[in-house]
């Protein structure tokens, strides 16, 4: 086989691990986990959200319950000296009995309070706890997902290793003064440094060559280095 045969080879295993990067790269398990990642990053927000919500009604009803306490403690306090014998005098007996009637009806309003925030509070749980075991499910299901990844990765990743190998075997035949032009037209041309001449058409652009062009590469040594004057790649007979 000579060097330009042997460099199309070379071009064939190169094509195939750029194949195989590009599908390493666009897996679609990658797809399905990053799209896994996004819904838990959308309901962490909305958590977030909820969970300012709750946290607010929460506020409130940690104070309505504290008003609620202080009345209790003041009305036992007042009661205590109203029964306790220890005070006498009927106007001031009159003024502790208003105070317990009115911390009586102090007290029932912020219990009315608290319970309308507690049946507030409610659905802003709920949703706070949906939001949590919706979560969970997707974490499980990202644990599976990046499981599902590695797995795939190493699938291409012990190809790209065997037909690497099989490609520096084949580099090996290839002149290094060719390799370099070869390297250096690849980096330029999408990948595709060398091409084959089928019939009149380069099949690295696709494109057909003037005739005066073939009728010099064919009437050419066998071992000349010919490029592409459409495209400037390499041309292979």
Known sequence: MSALDTLLTVQHH?????????????????????????????????LAEVSVRRDEVAGRQAKLEAEIATADQRIIEVEKRLYGGTVSASRELQAMSE???HLKTRRSNFEDQALEVMEER??????????????????????????AVGQAEAAVDAEVAAVAAE????????????????????????????????GSNCSGCHLSLPATELDRIRHGSPDQVVFCDQCGRILVR
């Open 14 to 46: 190169d094509t195939v691990l750029d194949q195989l990067r590009h599908r390493r790269a666009n897996l679609p398990e990658r797809a399905a986990l990053i799209a896994i990642e996004q819904r838990m990053a959308a309901l962490r927000a909305q």
């Open 99 to 101: 105070e317990v009637e």
């Open 122 to 147: 409610e659905p802003v749980d709920a949703e706070v706890d949906r939001l949590n075991a919706e979560l969970a499910a997707l974490d499980d299901d990202a644990a599976a997902a990046r499981v």
């Open 167 to 198: 490609r520096a075997a084949a580099a090996e035949g290839v002149p290094a003064d060719l390799a370099a032009t070869y390297e250096t037209l690849r980096a330029k041309l999408g990948g595709v440094g060398a091409a084959k001449l089928v």
